[in-house]
């Protein structure tokens, strides 16, 4: 067939655009939430003493970092998605996330006496933590890549640990209002461990499924 | 035509104006034809497999078109999607060498003519679709037939018409980026 006749064909399948890719993917995405949610209400729910602990700013800070990472991630994801896109600023915003977790971090060895540092890194919950963020991101991780097949990433690893981490930020967020442990310290060490997990099978699922 | 042109081309395009899109994609197969013949030359390739790679890309820019930000320019969007064309064909071929692609993805205001038909891979691919998809794909571009001639032809409704080229377009998209 002459490359004429081809566009021929596709100049006859001219039809209006549907959805853009930001649209598919938060309403995909807030599918994937809600699955999240009602697991997480299922599963750990709150913890009991979530409202006297609300306004602690250790305990805002857990959301502070995971819904920063969110953000920052689900930028740089709607611009990988759209070929020759450039993506610095993104990268750059996304680059402020572990600086503000490290200030975290620096702010509470600060404040605690040096025998606090270990048991408060360590924490109670660890394990549950490694455990759950994977659990509740792998809703959203599925309807992310979904959302994104629907785009064009000329880098289709990359993109999937993007939105690893995006789908791993959200999940974060909300386990950590089950997780009885609100030390930066903790959080530094067993969130970043749990969302790399959700990062790897991201990164993998991108170059899997993401090609087009 | 200049890179300014081509937005605007496509933004007449994405508003529904077939003529526009023709015109745009007409004009950017030589374009997309020299950097994949450079792009295979330097791979040690054979430009003869140029073709098939002008008729993915073209192929991909239809149908990942919403991809395209209005607010930026058209140019580096289809080079980035010829580059990845490239880029794929030739690791199909087993090349895992670096090739220095940016060499060659300088410009899009290069031409090159269309070679006299070769039986490429788009045909081969034609063949294998459901033969609803393939009477239409086949009326429309082959033949030139418009929606209506198609679907009074082959006694389908004009939305069924639609419906198999759009499906027909896509799996064709799919066969191209599967292993050979």
Redesign the interface.
Known sequence: ??????????????????P??EQRFAAVLLLGVVVALILFALTLGPRPDFMAVKGDPRFIFKFVITLLLALCSAMLVWRL?????PTRLQVAALAIVPIVLAAGVVAELVALPHALWEPKMIGVNGLVCLASIPFFALPMLIAAIVALR???P?RPGLTGVVAGLFSGAVAAAIYAAHCPDDSPLFVALWYSLAIAIVVAVGGIAGRLAL?? | MSEHDIDGLMRAAINGDAAAYNRLLTSLAPAIRALARRGLGVAGLAAEDAEDIVQETLLAIHLKRHTWDPTMPLGPWVRAIARNKLIDAIRRRGYRAYVPIDDVMETLAADAEEPTPLPGRLDAHLQSLPERQQSVVRAISLDGASIRETAARLKMSEGAVRVALHRGLAALSVKFGAKP
């Open positions: 067939m002459k490359t004429d006749n081809l566009i021929r064909a596709l100049t006859s399948d001219l039809a209006p655009a549907g853009s890719i998605v759209r070929p020759g896109a629907h785009g064009a000329t090609r087009w």
